[in-house]
Structures are given as structure tokens and as C-alpha cells.
């Protein structure tokens, strides 16, 4: 069974920095894309960061780049997103979602369960 564990999510305070995680199991971790989505009850879902298998190619929105970074470690199954300079309109809840393949214009497969992060301003 394909299971995406996230955790890393909490408050902070506009500027600051946190790191999410997202350890996968059931899976060959380093055989497929991966991509953190977030949604609000606002805006609903969107696209923040996508992930090759191998982690030579990351796409990020333009309303992250240049503040997140998204790396993996498929020795440890994990993937994890690196966030600075948070502003109020990041607070969300964040998912990890496994690609269908290698590259993450394969769809959204599986889904983990939501990690929430808090930006106060």
C-alpha cells in the first residue's frame, strides 16, 4: 500500500522559514515524480512544486519561486520542501502527491494526508 506521511507543518510568523517532509512507502520512492499542492479555503488547490524521480528537474509557481526549494533523498524515500521568506497568503494546508511515473506531468496518483502551515502576519 502506497502510504505519503508529511509532517513539518505548524505556525510562524511572516518572513520566517520552515521545512516539510513527506516520507513515502509501498513504493520504489526514486521511480516516480513527486509534487506538494496546497489549498485554501479560498483559492482551493494549487500547484506549489514538482519533482523529477531522479531530482535533476523541479518546476516551481510563480508564487513560490525564488522562496521555496524542493529537494529529495531517494536513499531515505524522502522529499522535502524548504520555505523561506513565508507570507500570510502561504498558510495552507500542504499534500504530497506521488506522480503515475518519473516525471510529474504523469498525474497525481496518490495522495498523503495534509500538513498545515500557519503564516501570521
Known amino acids: 500500500e502506497v502510504q505519503l506521511q508529511a509532517y513539518g507543518g505548524g505556525l510562524v510568523q511572516a518572513g520566517g522559514s520552515l521545512r516539510l517532509s513527506c516520507v513515502g512507502s509501498?513504493?520504489?520512492?526514486?521511480?516516480?515524480?513527486m509534487t506538494w499542492i496546497r489549498r485554501t479555503p479560498v483559492k482551493g488547490f494549487e500547484w506549489v512544486s514538482s519533482?523529477?524521480?531522479?531530482?535533476?528537474?523541479?518546476s516551481y509557481s510563480d508564487s513560490v519561486k525564488g522562496r521555496f526549494t524542493l529537494f529529495r533523498d531517494n536513499a531515505n524515500d524522502t522529499l522535502t520542501l524548504q520555505m523561506n521568506s513565508l507570507k500570510p497568503e502561504d498558510t495552507a494546508a500542504y499534500f504530497c502527491?506521488?506522480?503515475?511515473?518519473?516525471?510529474?506531468?504523469?498525474?497525481?496518483?496518490?495522495w498523503g494526508k495534509g500538513t498545515l502551515v500557519t503564516v501570521s502576519s
Open positions: 509501498g513504493f520504489t520512492f526514486g521511480s516516480f515524480a
Open positions: 519533482i523529477s524521480s531522479g531530482g535533476g528537474s523541479t
Open positions: 502527491v506521488k506522480s503515475g511515473g518519473p516525471w510529474p506531468w504523469q498525474g497525481m496518483e496518490n
